[in-house]
């Protein structure tokens, strides 16, 4: 065998070590987005922060819903209670815009977007992994164990579309970590974006998500989810944290 034969056949083993874990991590995620049935608690905690110093606001949240996915539909059931809650919050902000709303600040955070994007935890990694570009696999460690760390990119569209026109600085990266098999054990994506508009306004943007899964009646769910964004500039400043957990029904 040649030298050029030689090198041909070196690139083409690269590229089929640097290929297996994402295809792994394909066939882990082809199987576990087969339709089937489960019933979950599902729960959100909020806090979030608006301003600076003596003008900061701050409001805090807490709920819970049962999810019901048949395969076919999902469904987000609100108990009695909470309902009553809710009602109540409405009624107490009428009187005081400043009254603290925690049952309605939870809720907001359990509509059918982020609840679909926990139990069906499979479908949410491929849409994020679609975004971008991938980056390439390598060994990590989690919990002590070893994995490999699949990292892509994400594009600058995951900003609004002002900020876009006026970033000057961005990056965007999504990471899953999974087992020998594929199948994912957590993921996380974190955003980090400054930019200038005009002449004297400056702002920042951060965002992180974090995500542990699980294997819950074959099927990949996220059993905890953290997200956190991070925004100032021109004298302001937002915070804002989610943490949601999925518990499974019997």
């Known amino acids: 065998m040649n030298k050029s034969s030689s090198g041909i ?7 089929c070590v640097r290929a297996e874990p994402l295809d792994d991590l394909h066939s882990a995620l082809d199987r576990f987005s087969q339709p089937v049935s489960g019933r979950y608690q599902v729960s959100a905690k909020v806090v979030e922060a608006n301003g600076k110093g ?16 048949t395969g076919a539909s999902l469904s987000i059931a609100y ?18 815009s400043d009254a603290p709303t925690p049952a309605i600040e939870g809720v907001h955070e ?3 977007l982020p609840v679909r994007a926990a139990v069906r935890a499979a479908d949410q990694i491929r849409r994020v992994m679609g975004e971008g570009e991938y980056l390439g696999a390598e060994a990590d460690e989690l919990d002590g164990r070893e ?3 699949l990292d892509f990119s994400l594009p600058e569209s995951r900003l609004s579309k002002r900020q876009r026109k006026y970033v000057k600085s961005y990056e965007g990266i999504y990471s899953v970590w999974i087992r020998a098999d594929g ?7 974190r955003v980090d974006a400054s930019g200038r508009a005009f002449i004297f306004i400056s702002f920042h943007v ?23 964004h991070l925004s100032y500039g021109a004298g302001e400043r937002f915070e804002r944290e989610i943490q949601r957990t999925v518990t499974a029904v019997d």
């Open 9 to 15: 056949l070196l690139l083409l083993c690269a590229v």
């Open 147 to 149: 994995v490999m760390r």
């Open 206 to 228: 951060e965002t992180e998500s974090q995500r542990r899964y699980g294997v819950v009646n074959d099927t990949l769910v996220a059993l905890t989810d953290r997200y956190y």
């Open 110 to 112: 359990l509509s059918a």
């Open 183 to 189: 199948v994912p054990l957590a993921s996380s994506s």
């Open 54 to 69: 003596d003008d900061k606001i701050t409001r805090e949240g807490y709920a819970e819903v049962e999810a019901v996915d």
């Open 79 to 96: 108990s009695r209670s909470l309902l009553a809650q809710i009602d109540s919050e409405e009624q107490a902000r009428l009187e005081n």
